[in-house]
């Protein structure tokens, strides 16, 4: 099971104070497979670690899903469009495993990131991160054909591909079971 406080010092370290400080604002919730973690409509008001499990972050339109992105152990993350802007989300969070999380509440870390600089350091590279993820994604979408995006899904999470449906990869990627049954026929 991966460690909260870990993840934490190796993404960007911790001043003591700080780290003292944020163990009495997390706390830790269990979801089973299928559970909604986050609704579309609702304000997302946590940040997420994954102590273990695996979730997605996905839209619905006229009854077809899209699915923004997959999240497995040792990963910090929220729907953070509405996190940040503390605003209804347009995405919902579910989860595709037994999942355990280390939730952060909105409030805290604001108030948390007031007092040390430690902790806005940690918060600022997280959201910084997240945008690049984002941005290469939505490249990836707009300027690369399915075969490659499979591919390159495959050489970045090779460990998450017998844990992920093919009815969800190919969500993912934005195209059919059969056209991604093509794909993992030719290589």
Do not use: W
Not at 26 to 43: A, M, P, S
Not at 60 to 73: A, G, L, N, V, Y
Not at 124 to 153: D, G
């Amino acid at each position: 099971m991966a460690d909260f406080f870990t993840f934490c010092n190796d993404f960007s370290p911790l001043d003591e104070a700080a780290v003292n400080d944020l163990i009495p604002h997390t706390k830790t919730r269990i979801f089973q497979k299928g559970d909604t973690i986050v609704y579309n409509g609702e304000v997302c008001r946590h940040l997420f670690f994954i102590n273990s499990g695996l979730t997605k972050i996905c839209s619905f339109k006229q009854d077809k899903e899209f699915i923004m992105r997959f999240f497995s152990e040792n990963v910090m993350f929220s729907v953070f469009e509405s996190f940040l802007t503390q605003t209804p989300s347009n995405f919902e969070m579910i989860a595709l495993e037994p999942t355990t999380l280390t939730l952060i509440s909105y409030d805290s870390m604001e108030m948390l990131c007031h007092k040390h600089h430690s902790l806005e350091t940690f918060f600022r590279k997280l959201v910084s991160r997240a945008t690049v993820k984002m941005t290469k994604r939505i490249s990836e979408m707009l300027e690369e054909n399915a075969t490659t995006r499979y591919h390159q899904f495959v050489k970045e999470n090779n460990h998450l591909i017998h844990r992920i449906s093919l009815g969800d990869m190919a969500r993912y990627l934005g195209i059919t079971q059969q056209s991604l049954s093509r794909i993992r026929a030719q290589r």
